[in-house]
């Protein structure tokens, strides 16, 4: 019997997220695994305008509350573009969890490869803010 693949959950993003995130992708000098994998997570994402995107899908810039379903550990992170990261709670869109974490809504997961080969199952448990559903669609 062949062994079922597990399904990829469904992401949604913002028209003017995919511009931004393509004028990134494009200016990189290197275009390695984490370039990669988001411009997988691009390919697959549902786009849709500013002011339809719901509250509890994860944005660029949006503050986020998950939890390590092995380890019960909860993060609160802030998806950011790479020069806005390095502060606490700052998640790089390229960091391999920040681009898995773009366009999930409340309740879905991810499993994310964390170090020493183990594998972290992350739940997202709520979207505390994002820029959309605040009005701040100018916010970089």
């Known amino acids: 019997m062949p062994k079922l693949k597990k399904a990829t959950p469904a992401i949604t993003i913002t ?27 691009l ?6 305008p ?8 994860v944005t660029m810039n949006s503050r986020v509350h998950c939890r390590d379903e092995n380890s019960g550990k ?14 606490e709670g700052t998640v ?19 499993d994310w490869p964390a170090p020493g080969g183990k594998t972290m199952r992350l739940i997202l448990l709520e979207v505390e803010y994002q820029p959309e559903a605040a009005g701040a669609y100018q916010q970089q």
């Open 50 to 57: 500013l002011n339809k995107v719901p509250a509890g899908v």
């Open 15 to 41: 028209r003017l997220d995919l511009q931004r995130l393509e004028r990134l992708l494009d200016g990189l000098e290197e275009f390695g695994p984490a370039a990669e994998a988001l411009e997988k997570e």
């Open 92 to 110: 790089s869109i390229l960091a391999p969890v920040g681009s898995a974490l773009l366009g999930l809504s409340v309740g879905q997961h991810i």
């Open 74 to 87: 909860e993060y609160h992170l802030t998806l950011v573009y790479p020069e806005e990261a390095g502060g």
């Open 43 to 48: 390919a697959r994402a549902k786009v849709v």
